[in-house]
């Protein structure tokens, strides 16, 4: 729950504390606007006790996403990467592109200088692959996270890679400007808080079978720890035609924009599986409004390791690249 606090009652702040210490819980204290909430745990009887005391303006209980709410911050969240990479309103598209997981030194240095030449200004790249079999290729594991700070150093592309476990979100976030949680991880909580305290930003990516709110929630959780910066991933869901991989939710952009502040992005690639409709669903998520736009991209797609069928080539990439900036400039973006 969110015991939202007067400001002008701050000496009676340590009342609404104790309260809440003597239910055995440790309150975290977060700021913004002006505004000053506590974060706790709910426990029996304790809403209506916090809302006799003085210094208590509104207690929010309930499984809500308050952090993530445009009630709680109606201004767009901007991530900055540095050096002008920024995702979220106000900013140009960004792309994210590279192949669905590291193979090797040469076909990531060479989808990186393809992408990052096509206009692309972050690289995304698996070592650690959450694959359906465990007899598919799993990742090169924490060999691969060298290459992605080489492939940094030679294109000035930001590096987003995923973090599958606890385990790994430290050493993931030693070489990653932002960290991917993938799909099937959207529900892993203890990953989630542990996500909220690894000092970068998150990629957050949708459950293939969650709801808005259940994608909202698993954001909150990383919010709740301190990390203030979440990017939501639409990357379609399960649907009954396997026709295509999954079906792309893209009423979920302009819906998750006016329920939040968080930056919106969509992944084309395994909304649809499928190589040829990429293109078509990447412009469509720009027209959407989504801020971003994940695309798997791969020197020789046919002999992927992983996900090739879906990959682009890098000159389908460059030829996508050119249409999306006329499609942003068309947008007014
Ligand atoms: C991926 O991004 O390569 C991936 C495994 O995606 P998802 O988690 O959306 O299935
Ligand atoms: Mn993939």
Redesign the pocket.
């Known amino acids: 729950m969110l015991v939202l606090l007067r400001p002008e009652a701050a000496p009676e702040h340590a009342q609404v504390v104790a309260l809440l210490s003597s239910h055995g819980l440790a309150p975290r204290t977060i700021a913004r606007d002006g505004r000053v909430a506590l974060l706790a745990d709910e426990a029996p009887g304790l809403v209506e006790a916090l809302g006799h005391l003085p210094a208590v303006a509104e207690v929010r209980a309930g499984a809500s996403w308050v952090l993530a709410s445009r009630a709680w911050q109606p201004v767009a969240t901007r991530i900055a990467l540095g050096e002008g990479v920024v995702i979220g309103a106000g900013s140009p598209p960004a792309i994210i592109a590279g192949p669905?997981a590291i193979e090797t030194e040469d076909q990531l240095l060479t989808v990186a200088r393809g992408v990052a030449a096509a206009g692309a200004r972050l690289l995304?790249a698996?070592a650690f692959?959450?694959r359906t079999s465990p007899y598919a290729f799993q990742g090169l594991g924490a060999a691969a996270l060298p290459l992605l700070a080489m492939a940094r150093e030679a294109t000035g592309l930001r590096i987003v890679t995923?973090a599958l476990d606890e385990a790994g979100v430290d050493q993931v976030a030693e070489v990653a400007d932002v960290i991917?949680i993938?799909?099937?991880n959207m529900g892993n909580y203890p990953l989630l808080r542990r996500a909220g305290r690894a000092g970068r930003p998150i990629l957050l990516?949708r459950g293939?079978a969650a709801t808005i709110e259940e994608l909202l929630l698993a954001a909150e959780y990383v919010l709740a720890e301190g990390n203030p910066n979440v990017i939501l991933?639409e990357?379609g869901i399960r649907g009954f035609d396997r026709a295509t991989r999954n079906v792309l939710d893209l009423a979920a952009v302009p819906l998750l924009q006016q329920a939040t502040h968080l930056p919106v992005i969509v992944?084309p690639s395994?909304a649809t599986g499928r190589s040829e409709l990429v293109p078509a669903m990447a412009k469509a998520g720009l027209a959407a409004g989504a801020d971003g736009l994940?695309i798997?991209v791969h020197p020789d797609p046919d002999r992927a390791l992983?996900?090739g069928a879906q990959s682009l080539s890098l000159e389908v990439f460059a030829h996508l690249m050119s249409e999306l900036t006329t499609l942003s400039t068309a947008l007014g973006r």
């Open positions: 669905c995304r698996g692959k959450p995923e991917q993938g799909s099937r990516k293939m991933c990357r992944d395994h994940l798997e992983s996900d």
